[in-house]
């Protein structure tokens, strides 16, 4: 009879759980869930994100998943769970094809808003300040990287020498050329060495353009190009409507809006007493369908 009574009550625990997995499982599997480490959870851009999502219509009929960083979308890719999408921020364009080759095991959609600017709109904000035959040096780690981010009209610009590297020593290159470009590359550029390539260019007096403000605020570039979040949000939001609306992810795609951040007592250094930030944005903005590379 005693064991009878456990048995009964075994079963029912077994049901319960049963029960409270279904619910768990439902929950998870009708809304659209942000994921992020806990540095990236106390950044400005979780919480806007979080309340422009909430706000979305009809967005708990899918089982959307937004990483955020580099390390979050590693971490999704891995899990055993069959999302119906994906949407990748914070990761750069090499980054996110490493990752999404890493997996091919997944069975469900995958897209993503680069975390950089493209090299042809750095060089495009470098022309616009140093003239269109400007001398530019783009530094480069791997083969692969060269492929996935460079453009025919790069790599065919006779002013344009993309060159391979694995430091910093590409500083020493530079008396034939007006400026440098850096990509967002963890192998060539980290917090211990920026500050040094930035007062070698300006020892040098030669521009130094980047892909995010804090390379002008924090480590001595000239000029930056740099999404903000009001931005990044909105074309996000305008991604998961589409795929709420009509089941269709778009693909894999660089910011469409960028701000431009500027170091003006150094432009002045160098001879530029008159750059217009906001001309120079709605010249950086332009839709150019050459610019866009898959």
Known sequence: MLTSRKTSKHRRIRS???IAAIFI???SFSDISIIASELDKQRPLYNSLREAINELPNSKRYD????IGQSSLDST???????DAVIAIGATRYDFNLAITSHPEKNYPVSAIYAEPPPDKIVKLARLIYGENSRLLIPFHSKKQKELIFTKEILEDKHITVLPSKNSRWVRRLRDYDAAIAIADIQLYSNSNLNAIGRSLYRQRKGFFGFSSELVTENGALASLYTKDIHLIKQLVGVISL???????????QPDHY????KSQLAKTLGFYALDIKTLETEI????SKEHIE
């Open 285 to 288: 903005n332009k839709i150019d």
């Open 25 to 27: 499982s439902q929950q």
């Open 77 to 83: 890719l891995k899990r055993k769970h069959s999302y």
């Open 259 to 262: 701000s431009i951040e500027i």
């Open 64 to 67: 959307i998943a937004v990483t």
């Open 16 to 18: 319960w759980l049963l």
């Open 243 to 253: 795929y709420i609306e009509k089941k269709t992810l778009a693909p894999p795609d």
